[in-house]
């Protein structure tokens, strides 16, 4: 196994104590991918059922806001289109790159199980929800970066 495996979860700025309980840890996909972070009968969503809960909250222009917590107590402002009208309460984590941590109360970088199928690739499917948008985007990003997990029922 490499390096970058072994290095499964952390806290934002390696401090458990200031962002744990409130923001939970930020895993790699190597452990997203082994299925063990959900408790039974719950799993890592797949980048299609990501897909499928933005088509059900009304398409990718509103689904953010719907997802995200209201008001700014955790958001930075302007926390635009946050209605938390779903009940998920997505707070902005922010991420761990390889050396650094980033945008803690700007934006929530959230995996899906899915990787990208290119032969070799080192990628994998997430959303991104952001303070000052209400859309939700999809991009791919490093295995090796530490992002936030949603389980959702099987």
Request: charged share 20%; proline share 3%.
């Amino acid at each position: 196994m490499e390096q970058s495996q072994l290095l499964s979860y952390c806290w934002y700025n390696n401090n458990k104590a200031s962002y744990g309980d409130t923001y939970g840890a930020l895993y790699n996909w190597y452990v997203v991918e082994t299925g063990k972070l959900c408790p039974a009968g719950w799993h890592v969503p797949n980048d299609a059922e990501w897909t499928q809960l933005t088509d059900y909250l009304g398409g990718t222009s509103v689904a953010g806001g719907k997802l995200k917590e209201a008001g700014t107590t955790h958001w930075n402002s302007p926390n635009t289109g946050a209605t938390n009208d779903f009940g998920f309460t997505t707070l902005p984590a922010g991420y761990r790159d390889l050396d650094y941590f980033k945008n803690i109360g700007n934006r929530s970088y959230l995996w899906s199980v899915t990787e990208i199928s290119a032969s070799g690739s080192n990628r994998a499917w997430y959303r991104l929800i952001s303070n000052d948008i209400s859309e939700i985007l999809r991009y791919s990003g490093l295995k090796e970066a530490g992002f936030s997990v949603r389980c959702v029922r099987d």
